[in-house]
């Protein structure tokens, strides 16, 4: 069994067996094994090394400012509607009024009105709540459960609470498909979650206020609901020995915080990126790491560090298919780090986001790229293969000037060129 897992993590890393020398591959293998650990723990101090702190210097108290003002509002609402009494609001308790009309302090009017510094909820409009009060007091139903009930206004108000419960309930006992399934508008869920769950989440209402901060932070989004992509922002807060003690609030302030001023945290970072290059070097060295051991450590601890992260962001999905679940995306550099200087390890220019099938052909110069972008594609792959990989002639990417120097030494040292 032992033997299988080593095979089965050579077969990974893309590594072969030579010579038939197998007990001493066993060796190289437990040993490349043991290096990629030792050298992942050496990369396990979170990107925000920099950022925190100078985010605590420049922004941070008025973050928690913010949300001690958000939390003694929460705590207010909260005393006077508990989860366990939603089934039993009557209509006026409830339901949003546009005036001095009415109860200002029902539910859906403080939700909507006072507590926006909890969580904002974009541009949504009153009848996200589901049933609510128009100027002349008329009541007024949501499109949703208005074309389930019609005009019938106490069933409708029944459901619209019990969706409510359900959520909540379902929501504390971390049963988080009831988001996906609930008939509550998008927003006024998601404000929900804020209110009566702040240690779950992030205050984030919106996907048009998601995005932005899943790209800075490189979380996936798609077309998944977004509640997992919430969590998965809230599992790296707990992830950092730097942000764990945080609350989602904060932290929230701090993703914000961190989209402005990434390409200056880059830029102060450069110095001590360039000193990693270095280290990567001397490690590589230290191990005795050549050929394909070599390239596939190297591989591993460039998607760890700042470089990925910064590809992304230019990058959101593989530039020639358009994959973009993060976890199957790999920085691929365009000259490679064998060849390249410290500077142009860590160019950005230098570099695409690839998936794993076309970040291999790439690598070993089965494609790549003119100066018009038009992909190159070597007649050393046969069209069987072409078709299985999803490569095409007609295939044009984007590029910049810098993409262009480097791609100029692709062609010539790695590309694969017919025998003249």
């Known amino acids: ?56 210097k420049e922004k941070m108290d008025d973050d928690i400012a913010r949300y001690e003002r958000a939390q003694a509002e929460r705590e207010d609402f909260l005393f006077r ?18 005036s001095a009309d009415g109860d200002s302090h029902s539910f859906c009017t403080t939700m909507y009105s006072e507590l926006e510094e909890i969580a904002h909820t974009g541009n949504a409009y009153t009848h996200m709540f589901g049933i609510y009060y128009k100027k002349d007091k008329e009541l007024a139903l949501s499109p949703t459960y208005h074309n389930i009930f019609g005009d019938d206004f106490d ?82 807060k707990e992830s950092s020995l730097l942000t764990r003690d945080w609350n989602n609030g904060v932290f929230l302030g701090f993703c914000r915080w961190l989209g402005d001023n990434k390409s200056r945290i880059f830029a102060y970072r450069k110095k001590e990126l360039l000193e990693t290059v270095n280290q990567v070097d001397d490690d590589l060295n230290s191990f005795q790491l050549y050929g394909e051991e070599r390239e596939a450590v190297t591989k591993v601890r460039v998607n760890q560090g700042l470089f990925r992260d910064i590809l992304l962001e230019k990058y959101p999905s593989c530039v020639l298919c358009k994959v973009s679940d993060k976890s199957l995306l790999i920085a691929s550099h365009i000259k490679p780090w064998k060849n390249s200087e410290p500077d142009e390890k860590i ?31 070597s007649e050393e792959l046969d069209e069987i293969n072409r078709t299985f990989t999803n490569v095409k002639e007609g295939i044009k990417i984007e590029l910049t000037e810098g993409n262009k120097r480097y791609l100029a030494f692709h062609r010539d040292s790695i590309f694969r060129k017919m025998e003249s």
């Open 1 to 56: 069994m032992h033997c299988m897992n080593i095979a089965g993590y050579t077969k990974y890393i893309g590594l072969r067996k030579h010579y038939g020398i197998y007990c001493f591959l066993i060796d190289k293998q437990i040993m490349l094994s043991g290096i990629l650990i030792l050298l992942q723990k050496k990369e396990s101090i979170m990107k925000f090394d920099y950022a925190v702190p100078l985010y605590e």
């Open 155 to 236: 069933k409708a108000f029944e459901k619209i609470k019990s969706d409510i419960y359900e959520l909540l309930n379902g929501v504390k006992n971390d049963n988080y498909a009831v988001v996906e399934k609930s008939q509550l508008h998008s927003s006024f869920r998601y404000k929900l979650l804020a209110v009566y769950f702040p240690e779950k989440f992030l205050p984030i209402c919106t996907k048009t206020m998601m995005e932005p901060i899943c790209k800075t932070m490189g979380v996936s989004l798609g077309v998944r609901e977004m509640v997992y992509s919430n969590i998965d922002l809230r599992k790296m």
């Open 81 to 98: 509607f508990p989860i366990d009494s939603i089934k039993s609001l009557s209509l006026d308790e409830y339901a949003f009024v546009s």
């Open 347 to 377: 160019d950005v220019d230098n570099g695409f986001i690839l998936c794993p099938n076309h970040d291999r052909l790439f690598d070993k110069g089965f494609i790549s790229f003119d100066d018009n972008g038009q992909i190159m594609i």
